[in-house]
């Protein structure tokens, strides 16, 4: 039983060398957001190094609302790795209007990645919005990182371990 499972996960995680690039596209789409962690992480490096081809299919599963929220993110996430400002206008898109912070802050962080200043005149004015604490943080982190001269850089705060209790005692 253990053999049969592994050949079957061995099985849908084989890319024959046959397939085209947008095969192997769409097939490694298909993997990340699955439960199988290993597969996951191959997958997410296979469209990272497929490059340009993996834009725009990624960029259609990011959109779509009705793809898991981990494929979502994982695809935001590999645009930002990919590079290239033709991805920029939808992860504007979905760091602005998303409603999942999770899938924004991606977004956002992979814009902060791309590292392309245009995107400053759609940011900045996001500040004003309520928003979640996450989205907030992954936004002014972007801003800063793009030179926005709204956001100030928080002091980084260090952190020292806590004295020891014992009974009632401090050590």
Known sequence: MFFAALFLAAALVAVPQERSSAEKVQHWIGVIGTSAEGHNFEALGALIALGEIATEPCL???????????????????????????????????????????????????????????ALAKLEPVLKKKMSTRRREALESVLLQLGSSRVKAKPKIAWTQPPLRTGTQFV
């Not at 991805?87 to 977004?107: F, S």
């Open 60 to 118: 259609v599963a990011m959109k779509d609302s009705s793809e898991s929220v981990v494929r979502r993110w994982q695809c935001a996430m590999v645009l930002g790795r990919i590079g290239g400002s033709h991805a920029l206008p939808a992860l504007l898109e979905v760091a602005i209007d998303e409603p999942n912070d999770m899938i924004a802050a991606v977004a956002l962080e992979s814009i902060g990645r791309i590292g392309d200043k245009v």
